[in-house]
C-alpha cells in the first residue's frame, strides 16, 4: 500500500515539475481573464484635456489633422456579407483609407483577397499588406464588421500622441501575465507599433505564423504576445475622465446595465460621449448609430472643437 | 397642486449652449405626458429622468392624483377609450393653472420621446399669438388634416384659448375617444392651422415611430402609413430631419439611448452635412475674438464676417 502511495506522491511530483516547465517554456497560463480594472494600474492611455485642446496654435493643428489620419483594417468573411454590406455603407467611409480583407472573394462586396482560412494567418497578411500600402498614414485601426466604430473619436484619442511611438491601443484585457487588446472591440496601432510588428513576423520562433503548439491562442492574444516581443505593451484607451472608450457589448447592453448599476444615473453612468467603438450591434441599430453620432442633435448646442473633420464625399447617412 | 418641473430647466451640456439658452426663454414650452398609474414605474419614471428635463414646464396627467410622482389626477378612468376625455381634461387643466407660464402646450404620451430643443427651433419663427398646432400631420378624414397623437403635437396659446373655448361653446365635443382625429377636427372647427413642421429640406421632424423603423424597414406598401402621411414619405435617411423633434413607441431603456444619442455620443470636430438656415444665419453675434481676443484664425475669419456684416448695416442704414 505504502510504495503504491510512495509512487503516486513521486508520480505527482514529476508531473507537476513536467507541468511548471512547459509552462515556463510556454510563458502562458491558460487561467481566468480579469478585465481592465483589476490587475493593470498602469497600463491606460488618455484622451487630451480640454485644456491641452485649447492651446494649440493654428500651423499645429494642421499638423496635426495630417498626422491623425487613420487606414482601417477591416477583416471580413462572406458568411458574415450583411456586417461587411453595413461597415461599407456606414462607419467605413469615416476612415481616411478603409480596406477590407477576405478569407475568400464575394462577387457582392470588393476586397483584398488574402485567400487564407487561418484567422492569425489572415490578420498577419492583411496587417503586412496596411505597412506595405500605408502611404504617409500614421494610424493603423483594425476591427471586424460586427463592431461600429467611430473614426473621429479614434482621432480624438491619439490627437497629441506621436505616431512615431509605440502605441498599442483599445479594450485593455489580462490573460494569466498577458495583457493584450481585445479583438472585438478593435485595435488601434501606431505606425510605430505596426513597423516593429511586421519586423518580428519575420521570426518564427517568437511569433509563429501557425500559432502555437500548445494551445491555440485566439488572434488578439496572439498579436499581443509578437507585440510584447518588441517592446510594445497593450494599453487602454480612455476619455479626459478615464472612462473607457472600447466597448465590447453594444449600446443597447450598456444602457441595460446601467439601468441596474446606475438607475438614478443612467445615461452619465453608462458609455463616454466620446466613444469609439460598440460591439454585437444588428445592421439596423448600426444604421440607427450612424444617425445618432453624425445627424441628430439637439439645436442650439455648439462645440468648439479644435479641429474640424468634413463629412466624407458621395455620402447620404451622415 | 401646482406640479412644475424641478430641476431649473436648463440641463448643461456643452462648450457653446448660447443659442440654446436663448430660445429656452424665448420658446416657453409646457409639457404634458399622458400617462396612467401603471405605467409610472416601468414607463413614466423614465420620461421624467430623461427628455421631459428639458421642458420648461413638466406635468404627468392621470386619471388618479399622485403626489409622490407627481401626477395630476383628470378624474377619469383608465383605457383607450379615455383617451379624448384625457385630452380636453388636461387642456383644460393646463388653460386653467398654467396660460401664463408658457407660449406653447405639447402633448406627448408616456413612450414618446421628444426633443425639447428640436421643438423650440420648429416654433421659433411663429408666436404664440397665431391660431396654429405642429405635429406629425395625417390627411384622412380631415379637411386639412390632424396630428398623429402618438408622435406629439402642440399647440400654440392661442391655439389653447380657442380649444377651451370650442368646448364652452359646444362648438367642439367629445364624438369619439380617437384622441388625434378629434383634436384635429375641433382645431379645423375653431379656425387653427395645421402647421407644417418640416425641415428646410422637407424632411419630417415628428415621427410616428422608432428611428430604426424610419431609417430601415421598409413599410409594406398595404400598410396604412402609406395613405395617412399628408406629406410625401421619405425611406432611408431622408425619413427623418438631423434636428427632429420626436418619436414614438419608444420602450424604457430607448429612453435613456435616444437621450445618450441626442445629448451626449458625438463625433469630435464633426462638421454636420446638414446646416438648418438659422444655424448659419449669426449675423449680429459677437464672435469670442471681440469678447476674449482670443487669436486663433477661426475666430479671426468670424470677426471679419460680423464686422462686415456691421459695415454693411451700416451702410444700409446711413445711406439716403
Known amino acids: ?318 | 397642486v401646482t406640479l412644475t418641473n424641478t430641476v431649473t430647466g436648463r440641463v448643461p451640456l456643452s462648450k457653446d449652449g448660447r443659442m440654446a439658452d436663448e430660445l429656452y426663454k424665448k420658446v416657453r414650452i409646457l409639457c404634458w405626458v399622458m400617462t396612467g398609474p401603471s405605467n409610472l414605474e416601468k414607463k413614466t419614471r423614465h420620461v421624467k429622468s430623461t427628455w421631459s428635463r428639458h421642458c420648461n414646464i413638466v406635468i404627468f396627467m392621470s386619471s388618479v392624483d399622485d403626489p409622490d410622482f407627481p401626477t395630476v389626477g383628470l378624474g377619469t378612468k383608465e383605457g383607450r377609450d379615455q383617451l379624448y376625455w384625457k385630452t380636453i381634461k388636461a387642456f383644460h387643466y393646463v388653460y386653467e393653472h398654467h396660460i401664463n407660464e408658457a407660449d406653447w402646450f405639447l402633448k406627448a404620451d408616456d413612450d414618446t420621446y421628444v426633443i425639447v430643443d428640436n421643438l423650440r427651433l420648429v416654433l421659433a419663427n411663429h408666436t404664440p399669438e397665431e391660431p396654429v398646432y405642429f405635429g406629425r400631420r395625417f390627411k384622412p378624414y380631415v379637411k386639412q388634416g390632424y396630428m398623429s397623437g402618438g408622435a406629439g403635437y402642440v399647440l400654440s396659446k392661442e391655439a389653447l384659448r380657442r380649444f377651451v373655448g370650442g368646448f364652452k361653446t359646444n362648438v367642439c365635443t367629445h364624438t369619439s375617444s380617437t384622441e388625434d382625429l378629434e383634436m384635429g377636427r375641433c382645431m379645423e372647427k375653431v379656425g387653427v392651422l395645421a402647421g407644417d413642421s418640416r425641415d428646410s429640406m422637407q424632411r419630417e421632424t415628428f415621427h410616428p415611430f422608432v428611428p430604426e423603423q424610419h431609417l430601415t424597414h421598409k413599410f409594406p406598401k398595404s400598410f396604412w402609413y402609406w395613405r395617412y402621411c399628408y406629406h410625401p414619405i421619405s425611406e432611408g435617411p431622408n425619413c427623418c430631419s438631423d434636428l427632429s423633434v420626436s418619436f414614438h413607441y419608444v420602450g424604457a431603456s430607448q429612453m435613456y439611448l435616444m437621450e445618450y444619442y441626442t445629448y451626449h455620443l458625438r463625433a469630435f470636430g464633426y462638421n454636420y452635412r446638414y446646416q438648418s438656415l438659422s444655424e448659419n444665419n449669426k449675423i449680429l453675434e459677437l464672435p469670442p475674438c471681440i469678447v476674449t481676443g482670443s487669436q486663433t484664425i477661426c475666430d479671426r475669419l468670424k470677426c471679419l464676417v460680423v464686422l462686415v456684416n456691421i459695415l454693411q448695416l451700416l451702410v444700409i442704414y446711413l445711406s439716403p
Not at chain 1, 458574415?80 to 457582392?108: G, M, N, P, R
Not at chain 1, 462586396?109 to 487564407?116: C, H, K, Q, R, T
Request: glycine content about 6%; overall charge negative.
Open chain 1, 1 to 318: 500500500m505504502f510504495s503504491e502511495g510512495g509512487s503516486f506522491v513521486k508520480g505527482m511530483l514529476l508531473g507537476g515539475l513536467f507541468c511548471l516547465v512547459v509552462s515556463l517554456l510556454a510563458s502562458f497560463s491558460p487561467s481566468t481573464e480579469s478585465g481592465s480594472e483589476d490587475h493593470h494600474n498602469h497600463h491606460h492611455v488618455k484622451a487630451a484635456s480640454k485644456d491641452e485642446l485649447t492651446h494649440l496654435s493654428d500651423s499645429h493643428i494642421k499638423e496635426l489633422s495630417n498626422q491623425v489620419r487613420v487606414y482601417c483594417v477591416i477583416m471580413v468573411q462572406p458568411k458574415i456579407l450583411v456586417y461587411w454590406a453595413t461597415a461599407a455603407e456606414t462607419w467605413s467611409k469615416h476612415c481616411d483609407k478603409a480596406v477590407f480583407y477576405t478569407s475568400e472573394q464575394s462577387k457582392a462586396l470588393e476586397a483584398v483577397d488574402l485567400n487564407e482560412k487561418d484567422e492569425w494567418a489572415r490578420l498577419r497578411k492583411a496587417l503586412k499588406h496596411a505597412y506595405d500600402n500605408a502611404g504617409d498614414l500614421r494610424w493603423f485601426f483594425v476591427a471586424q464588421p460586427t463592431t461600429f466604430a467611430i473614426i473621429e473619436n479614434l482621432k480624438y484619442l491619439v490627437l497629441t500622441k506621436d505616431p512615431s511611438q509605440p502605441f498599442y491601443l483599445g479594450n485593455a484585457m489580462k490573460s494569466g501575465e498577458l495583457e493584450y487588446v481585445a479583438y472585438d472591440s478593435g485595435i488601434a496601432l501606431s505606425y510605430e507599433a505596426l513597423r516593429r510588428l511586421v519586423n518580428i513576423f519575420q521570426d518564427e520562433d517568437k511569433c509563429p505564423e501557425r500559432g502555437r503548439a500548445l494551445w491555440k491562442l485566439s488572434e488578439d492574444k496572439q498579436l499581443a504576445a509578437c507585440l510584447k516581443y518588441t517592446g510594445v505593451f497593450a494599453e487602454n484607451g480612455e476619455d479626459a475622465h478615464g472612462k473607457g472608450l472600447f466597448n465590447s457589448k453594444s449600446v443597447e447592453t450598456l444602457i441595460k446595465d446601467s439601468m441596474s448599476d446606475n438607475p438614478n444615473n443612467v445615461v452619465e453612468g453608462c458609455c463616454s460621449d466620446m466613444a469609439v467603438t460598440f460591439n454585437g450591434m444588428s445592421p439596423s441599430q448600426m444604421h440607427v448609430m450612424m444617425f445618432g453620432v453624425y445627424r441628430l442633435r439637439p439645436y442650439g448646442h455648439n462645440f468648439l472643437d479644435s479641429l474640424v473633420f468634413l463629412p466624407p464625399e458621395g455620402s447620404e447617412n451622415d
